[in-house]
């Protein structure tokens, strides 16, 4: 050996010793490790990470030698070679052509899935979709492969629709001319399924044909850039456009609360630049004109002008924790935190359900006396959802995703957030499986899917995790989807839990980027529902608009008792969705009701074309939940008009002209019409029922909805309610507690009393 | 009695569940894992904290124990995969860090602490590329033949032999600018 190597090998023998404490903590740590691993032992074990990097047969003649292998023998290469040669041919007489060139009859055959459902996009990096028909060993084969039309990665339904309606007789001369560029077309053919975009799988056949029919296949290479480049913002912008109204107005004020998390702000944008005039304070207009379409508390509307109201249902809860919250820490909350639908809707009614063979949910109608206001009548609408035998749920896939930063580390975030999960795991099948992804410092999969049988694991897995590190956003959402996609089987229903404080630096960077993929992952059936958890940087508007992006719930827990509430008695409604989708119009008869106005849900309102749009994209009722919408109506003639009819409008009918002239629904309020799919469906089913006064009278749980409707506008500035106030809607409240098994409706009273005396 | 078994014995041992075989098996090797990896690394700090994921990493890594091989190679083998592993994400992260001029700053400060704490050894060791590192580590560092070596690298051993010429004409080059 040389000196060199000598004294390098001597520098390298005189390397320092080990530190004895650094020894020991290690020692520790990998023995603490070894027992949870034989603790964890009880599945199945994921299959270690090759020990080498290199693989085992490398070397560029091993390559060569494994490729010739894979030939076959001199017909097959007879047949592929002829095939190319073809090709070449077919090309070439194609370009002698003058103008755009109109691919024969006969590969217009071989292609049609391909040509009408994928749409060529520029980017080189696109991924390669074969025609689903193309066979390897058919000479059509490099026909269909020829047109290897490039993905758009993102959007693009690649080849899920096999709908060969939408081909058109002009598809793409563009791949074709590449075809003798890639003689390898059959291997193409077989890879390319492989892949992520390519096989995602549609909910079902409208959305495709939908999308289909907006990305035909452009007819020279040329047009191929503009067409694609239009196809794809103008699919964003129409779902942007429906989203639009629905966020607008509380989206827009939460902007102001929390500008660090913008999702919103795509959305409020879009409002702001439409409607200038928007205004931060409360004040409703004091007219009813257009401009004011998107203001923060829903107007008192006039029937003869919009006889029309269309609102998509909302099942969340968040807010009336967050107003809870608030009250018992001694402040009144903010009133853009006060959504009044889901300060009704967080207590459970019980109104009439629906019958075995019916629709999963019933729609209850009463009209009653508004409570504070004489000239009025409240129209209360109530959808009870149906309660499936629980003893044959689908198995339940869930995948807890868990924010572990730093900011997670105070009592009523982690730590909470544990326990909360735990109770729900106590309720959990020994079948149903549980997955759990944590992201910040320790990002990635802590455990992977696990039968609830095995609780220990689980709960031994949640124990470890630890609040703590850099918020380093790994990609924590798309991994989620990762796992419960695999997870998800026939007939099992797959949901991803958000738990978290706000930090929704999940690895998608920018916010709205973030919607728009959660969005898109809501084709793949899996639902997303979010835990809130802590105060201090809750970024509500986020989370809203996640949950329902995801077709999911929002829930803001902030004590051990709400967990239960929401984990454990309400669990099969949280987990198990009945109805998708579900959207309320109501079309008010002018002839009866002059004025009407509907309390809450200022950020679901639909447009009304949306109603009846299946792409649009609406709230989801659970197993046994209830919704309750509540309009507050002004009869026709009431002295409790708001509205001074116009001098040059056209005046409402009467009800004998509309008697005189047969028309139908005479002495009705108005008609009301539901449309929700049931899970797994893309076409909605709609349900229609008249609004009639009846004389029923109105019951504690219509009673009580009322009251807080009452409860919520008094927190929100009280703009209808006269001199109707605190003690008023206690007493409604009070004299419609009912049964309250779980105390909630105390617990309501009680923060009534408190607000009351807060806002004195 | 546990002295006296062999490290393979052992580590089939405490791939089946066996805690004291696993924990003798750690006394053993903690240096051995340490020093490769400080000779793959050239720093104490980085060293340690290779050999702490090491070992947490360990009862897992047990399971793909197949003892098939000597347990020293597997256990070089695994250490440079980690060490490689480590080599990669501090690639990522100085990329990415271009913005972060501080902390780059403090991250050359420190190095450049390093190289005057070790001199001459880390001078000619970062003047070799990876893989020769990784080869002069196990090669000198750890008295491996060069059989052993390949083995531990996935290579063959006819490449060792190739490194190391390499590794010699690299260091007479060294040799040869400091002489001038």
């Not at chain 1, 007939?491 to 898109?520: C, H, M, W």
């Not at chain 1, 979010?530 to 992006?549: E, H, I, K, S, W």
Request: hydrophobic residues 40%.
């Amino acid at each position: 050996m040389t000196d060199e190597l000598d004294a390098l090998k001597a520098a390298l023998r005189a390397g320092p010793a080990p530190d004895a404490t650094a020894k020991v903590d290690a020692i520790a740590l990998a023995m603490k490790n070894f027992d949870s691993e034989q603790n964890a032992r009880q599945g199945s074990a994921d299959a270690t990470r090759p020990s080498q990097d290199r693989p085992d047969e490398a070397g560029v003649l091993t390559g060569v030698w494994n490729m010739l292998k894979g030939f076959t023998g001199k017909q097959a290469l007879a047949v592929t070679t002829s095939v190319a040669a073809l090709c070449v041919a077919l090309v070439v007489v194609d370009q002698s052509g003058p103008g755009p060139v109109v691919v024969p009859k006969t590969v217009v055959d071989a292609v049609p899935s391909t040509g009408g459902t994928v749409a060529p996009a520029p980017e080189p990096e696109a991924t390669i979709a074969p025609a689903p028909r193309a066979d390897a060993t058919t000479p059509q084969a490099p026909d269909a492969g020829g047109v290897t039309a490039p993905v758009q990665n993102a959007d693009a339904t690649g080849t899920e629709a096999p709908t060969p309606s939408a081909a058109d007789p002009a598809p793409a001369p563009g791949p074709l001319a590449k075809a003798p560029a890639e003689p390898a077309k059959p291997d193409v053919a077989e890879v390319a399924p492989a892949r992520d975009q390519a096989t995602e799988t549609p909910m079902g056949g409208a959305k495709v044909d939908a999308e289909a029919k907006q990305k035909t296949s452009p007819t020279s290479p040329a047009q191929t850039t503009s067409n694609d480049l239009a196809a794809e913002p103008e699919a964003d912008f129409a779902r942007n456009e429906a989203a639009a109204p629905v966020a607008a107005s509380p989206l827009a004020r939460s902007r102001k609360a929390a500008p660090a998390m913008g999702i919103a702000e795509g959305y409020a944008d879009a409002v702001l630049s439409e409607a200038p005039i928007l205004d931060d304070t409360y004040t409703p207009p004091a007219d009813n004109t257009e401009a004011f379409a998107n203001a923060p508390t829903n107007p008192v509307k006039v029937t003869a002008e919009e006889p029309v109201s269309t609102f998509s249902i909302d099942v969340d809860t968040a807010s009336y924790a967050v107003v809870r919250n608030s009250l018992n820490s001694g402040q009144l909350p903010p009133p853009e935190a006060v959504r009044i639908e889901e300060m009704v809707n967080y207590f459970p009614y019980s109104y009439a359900a629906p019958k075995a063979d019916d629709a999963p949910f019933k729609a209850s109608v009463t009209v009653m006396q508004t409570p504070w206001n004489a000239g009025t009548e409240l129209v209360h609408i109530g959808l009870q959802g149906e309660l499936p035998a629980i003893d044959d749920r689908p198995p339940l896939n869930l995948v807890f995703l868990i924010d572990t930063s730093g900011s997670m580390n105070e009592p009523s975030k982690l730590p909470l957030l544990k326990q909360s999960l735990s109770l729900l795991l106590a309720q959990l099948r020994p079948e149903d499986e549980v997955a759990i992804v944590a992201y910040a410092g320790s990002a990635g999969q802590v455990l992977k899917p696990t039968k609830a049988a095995d609780k220990a694991a689980i709960l031994g897995a949640l124990d470890r995790l630890d609040a703590g590190g850099s918020t380093a956003g790994a990609e924590g959402l798309a991994l989620a989807y990762r796992v419960a996609e695999k997870m998800g089987g026939e007939g099992q229903v797959s949901r991803i839990l958000l738990a978290t404080d706000g930090d929704f630096n999940v690895g998608i960077d920018d916010p709205e980027g973030l919607t728009a993929y959660i969005a898109k992952k809501r084709e793949t059936g899996v639902y997303l529902s979010v835990l809130g958890f802590g105060r201090g940087n809750l970024d509500d508007a986020t989370m809203q608009a996640l949950a329902q992006n995801g077709n999911g719930t929002a829930a803001y827990i902030d004590t051990l008792q709400e967990a239960r509430k929401t984990l454990v008695d309400q669990l099969t409604g949280a987990l198990f969705p009945i109805a998708n989708d579900v959207k309320i119009q109501v079309e008010w008869n002018p002839a009866t009701v002059a004025e009407y106005r509907l309390i809450g849900y200022e950020t679901r309102a639909l447009r009304r074309e949306d109603f009846n749009n299946d792409r649009v994209d609406a709230g989801e009722i659970g197993a046994g939940h209830t919704v309750t919408a509540i309009y507050e109506v002004t009869p026709v003639g009431s002295p409790a008009l708001k509205n001074d009819p116009l001098r040059y409008g056209a005046s409402a009918p009467a009800v004998e002209d509309q008697a005189a002239s047969g028309q139908a629904g005479v002495g009705e309020l108005g008609f009301l019409r539901l449309r929700y799919k049931e899970p797994g469906q893309d076409t909605s089913k709609l349900i229609e029922s008249p609004i009639v006064e009846g004389d029923t009278k109105p019951g504690d749980d219509v009673r009580f909805g009322v009251a807080m409707a009452g409860f919520g506008q008094l927190l929100t500035g009280a703009t209808y309610l006269g001199d109707w106030g605190w003690d008023q809607a206690i007493d409604l409240a009070v004299g419609a507690r009912g049964d309250d098994p779980y105390g909630y409706r105390v617990e309501a009273v009680n923060l009534m009393r408190l607000a009351k005396s807060l806002a004195k | 009695m546990l002295m006296d078994t062999s490290d393979e014995t052992l580590a089939s041992a405490a791939a089946g569940g066996d805690r004291d075989a696993f924990a003798s098996l750690l006394g053993r090797h903690y240096d051995r894992v340490f020093g490769l990896a400080y000779r793959l690394t050239g720093s104490r700090a980085e060293a340690q904290d290779l050999a702490q994921d090491i070992c947490a990493a360990l009862p897992a890594k047990l399971r793909g124990w197949r003892g098939d091989a000597r347990l020293t190679t597997w256990l070089y083998r695994v250490v440079v995969n980690a060490a490689h592993d480590l080599r990669r994400r501090q690639a990522t992260r100085s990329r990415v860090s271009a913005g972060w001029g501080d902390w780059e700053i403090a991250r050359q400060d420190q190095i450049a602490e390093d190289r005057a704490a070790m001199g001459w050894l880390t001078e000619a060791m970062t003047r070799l590329s990876p893989e020769l590192r990784d080869t002069v580590a196990l090669v000198l560092g750890e008295d491996m033949t060069q059989a052993d070596v390949g083995v531990v690298l996935g290579v063959s051993e006819g490449t060792i032999a190739w490194r190391m010429s390499e590794v010699k004409k690299r260091l007479r080059a060294i040799a040869a600018e400091e002489a001038l």
